[in-house]
């Protein structure tokens, strides 16, 4: 069993809808976690980060750790086709250990 | 700020040639680590440099190997290339210790033939 497992997608939404984004994980002691989009040809860009159980929002992003069943989510309400991209989930232990990353979900917003 | 960069941006080497990759992490921080990714095995971690000692090392072999300088600028070396080490390779950094948010650079694209 892989660390962090994401699903690959594609996923393909119509401009304005919800979407959701989920990673699992099977080591207990991640701590940090993050959210990452790449856009074709370019490196992963960070646009969630937090720390142990809870939500986070930013914007149109909501960010959401449920460590008791190791599973993470990342939502973005009213997407758009400038949110077409692949989006990473990261995750850490602690400070000078591996950032361990899912294979990425790519996203597709039509208008 | 200028963030990460990372050069060349492009790389085509023979199998058996060794290469060296340039990371300038953002100014300030003291962190860089190194990731390749390939769209098989999605990012792996090569290693991370902290104050010019290498903190965590990856499951790679040892024809991967890197460094950091004074500058907190960082280099990594392949020997040896092989086929399968075609892919972009990634560079972070972060501003240290207490600091778990990781800033990517653009990659370097290499491809070996």
């Known amino acids: 069993q892989k660390e962090v497992e994401q699903d690959p997608g594609p996923l393909s939404v119509p401009e304005g809808a919800i979407v959701s984004l989920n990673c699992t994980y099977s080591n207990s002691a991640f701590q940090y976690f993050m959210w990452y989009r790449q856009y074709s040809r370019k490196g992963p860009e960070l646009l969630m980060y937090t720390y142990s159980s809870g939500n986070k929002e930013d914007g149109r992003f909501t960010a959401q750790v449920d460590k008791s069943s190791k599973y993470i989510s990342l939502f973005i309400r009213d997407s758009q086709p400038s949110d077409s991209a692949t989006y990473l989930c990261a995750m850490r232990r602690q400070a000078g250990t591996a950032l361990i990353f899912g294979k990425g979900t790519t996203l597709s917003v039509s208008s | 700020k200028a963030g990460v960069t990372q050069t060349p941006r492009y790389l085509i080497k023979t199998r058996g040639q060794q290469v060296t990759l340039s990371c300038s992490p953002i100014s300030g921080h003291r962190s860089v680590s190194w990731y390749q990714q390939t769209p098989g095995q999605g990012l792996q971690f090569l290693f991370e440099y902290f104050s010019e000692t290498q903190r965590n090392k990856g499951n790679f072999p040892g024809r991967f190997s890197g460094r950091q300088f004074s500058n907190s600028r960082s280099e990594m070396n392949v020997s040896t290339l092989e086929l399968g080490d075609s892919a972009l390779y990634l560079c972070?950094?972060?501003?240290?210790?207490?600091?778990?948010?990781?800033?990517f650079g653009p990659g370097t694209r290499l491809t070996v033939t």
């Open positions: 972070a950094s972060s501003l240290g210790d207490s600091h778990y948010e990781q800033y």
